[in-house]
C-alpha cells in the first residue's frame, strides 16, 4: 500500500535533514523527484565516504534517498530554470533544505512560483530560518544541539557537555518538516492556493527541550545533566549495572516501583522513609542507587530482563552493533535488503512505519541524473497547471 502515490514532490537537498524529510514521503508512494546539479556531483552526501558502493555512490547517500528519482539539472541555467518550471506544473511541492537566503535568490518560494502554479507547496528546511538575522548563515546539526542547550542535558554530571550519538535534529526536523509540508499540501488541495512552509533546525532543536524548558520558562528551574542518564525528575529511571554489562530501569510510576523491588525480593525499600514517594525517592536518589546498584550487580541483564519481563519497563544497554545484530530487530524486521548493481543485497534500515502489517518496499537510490530522461519525457503528457489569479 502506497498512501501517498500520486504525490509529486520537486526536492533541492543534500546531506541529512531535507533528505530525511522526503524519503519518509518517497517511502510512503510519494514521487519525490531528486533535482541535482550536476555541475557540482550532485548532493554531496554522494561523496561522503569512508564506504563507497561506486563513484558517487555512498553508503551515507544510500541512506537518506532510497525510493527518489534523479534528475541532472542546474536551474541557474536558461534551459535548467525552463525544464524546472515546466515540472513546477506537474508538481504538488517544491522543497529544500538550503541557507535561508538562497530559497529567494533560487526563485524557489511561493511568491516566485504560484505564477505556474498556483497549488504549490514551497518546503523550507534551514539552519536558522529564512525571516532573520541568520537567514544567510549555514548550519548543522551538532551546532544546534550546543545552541540550544541540548548538549547541556546530555552526558554524566563532571564530564564536559555531549551531543547526542546521532544526527537527531535533522531526522527531527525532517519529520516536522514532512508533517507540515502534508498538511499544507492538503489545504492547497482544498483551496487551490499553496503557500510556503519553513522548519528550521535551531527551531526544532530548541522545541525538543520540552517540559525541561516549561520548568524554566515558569519557575527558574534549569535541568542539568543527570548521573547515570537519569530522569531529572522520577526515581529511580536510570541505567545500572549487572553481572555482565548494564540496564536501564524505568519506574515511571509507584506501581513500576513496587513491581521492582518485589521482583529484586527487597520489599523492605518500600518501608524505608527515604523511598515512600516519588519526591522522596527522587531527592534520595544518591542512596538509592546505591541500594540497587548492590542487588542488580548479582545477576546478568538477561536474567533481570526475565525477571522484570511484564512487571516494569526494562531493557538492556547495548552497543550499537549488539542493537543492529539482535534477534529483536530480526524478528520485527527493521533490517531489510535491497538490490544495488554494486552490492547484492545491499543491508539497511527498514522503514518504522507498518501499513496493514507491512512495511513500506524500499529501492535503492538511483545514481547521478539516472532518470532525467524518463521524468522530461513526461512532461509532453502532463496536463496544464492551475495558474494564480493576477
Known amino acids: 500500500m502506497k498512501p501517498l502515490q500520486g504525490l509529486r514532490i520537486l526536492s533541492f537537498e543534500q546531506f541529512g535533514a531535507g533528505p530525511y524529510s522526503t524519503l519518509l514521503l518517497a517511502d510512503l508512494g510519494a514521487d519525490v523527484i531528486k533535482v541535482e546539479n550536476p555541475t557540482v556531483g550532485g548532493d554531496a552526501a554522494r561523496h561522503v565516504g569512508p564506504h563507497m558502493l561506486s563513484e ?5 547517500f544510500q541512506t537518506w534517498n532510497m525510493n527518489k528519482r534523479s534528475i541532472a539539472l542546474d536551474i ?3 534551459d535548467g530554470r525552463r525544464l524546472f518550471e515546466q515540472l513546477v506544473g506537474t508538481a504538488d511541492a517544491v522543497v529544500n533544505n538550503l541557507r535561508g537566503d538562497q530559497p529567494g535568490k533560487l526563485k524557489l518560494d511561493y511568491a516566485n512560483l504560484k505564477a505556474i502554479n498556483a497549488k504549490i507547496v514551497c518546503g523550507h528546511i534551514s539552519a536558522y530560518g529564512r525571516d532573520n538575522a541568520r537567514k544567510g548563515w549555514p548550519g548543522y546539526d551538532f551546532l ?6 541540548l548538549m547541556s542535558l546530555t552526558g554524566e554530571p563532571d564530564d564536559p557537555p555531549a551531543r547526542l550519538g546521532a544526527s537527531m535534529i535533522d531526522y527531527m526536523t525532517g519529520a516536522t518538516a514532512a508533517v507540515g509540508l502534508l498538511s499544507c499540501i492538503m489545504r492547497a488541495r482544498q483551496t487551490g492556493i499553496g503557500c510556503d512552509v519553513d522548519a528550521s533546525l535551531f527551531d526544532v532543536a530548541l522545541h525538543q527541550l520540552g517540559y525541561s524548558a516549561v520548568w524554566y520558562l515558569n519557575e527558574k528551574d534549569v535541568s542539568r545533566r543527570q548521573p547515570r542518564s537519569a530522569h531529572a525528575a522520577i526515581a529511580p ?5 549487572t553481572a555482565d554489562g548494564w540496564i536501564f530501569v524505568m519506574c515511571m510510576t ?3 516501583w513496587e513491581n521492582l523491588i518485589g521482583a529484586i525480593k527487597r520489599e523492605d525499600l518500600g518501608l524505608d522513609p527515604r523511598f515512600a514517594s516519588q519526591a522522596q525517592r527522587r531527592l534520595h536518589r544518591d542512596a538509592l542507587t546505591r541500594v540497587l546498584d548492590a542487588e542488580l550487580k548479582q545477576r546478568t541483564t538477561q536474567a533481570w530482563l526475565e525477571t522484570f519481563s511484564g512487571l516494569l519497563p526494562a531493557g538492556p544497554v547495548l552497543e550499537m552493533d549488539q542493537a543492529l545484530d539482535s534477534a529483536f530487530v530480526a524478528e520485527v524486521g527493521m533490517v531489510a535488503s535491497v538490490p544495488h548493481p554494486a552490492r ?8 518504522p512505519l507498518k501499513i496493514d502489517g507491512q512495511r513500506p518496499e524500499q529501492v535503492a537510490a538511483r545514481d547521478l541524473g539516472a532518470d532525467t530522461e524518463a521524468v522530461l519525457a513526461e512532461l509532453a503528457t502532463a496536463e496544464p497547471p492551475t495558474r494564480a489569479r493576477a
Open 344 to 351: 547484492e543485497g545491499l543491508r539497511v534500515l527498514a522503514n
Open 254 to 256: 509507584d506501581k513500576f
Open 144 to 149: 544546534m544541539q550546543a545552541e540550544a542547550g
Open 56 to 60: 558517487g555512490q555512498s553508503h551515507y
Open 237 to 241: 529511571v536510570q541505567t545500572f549495572p
Open 76 to 78: 541557474k541555467s536558461a
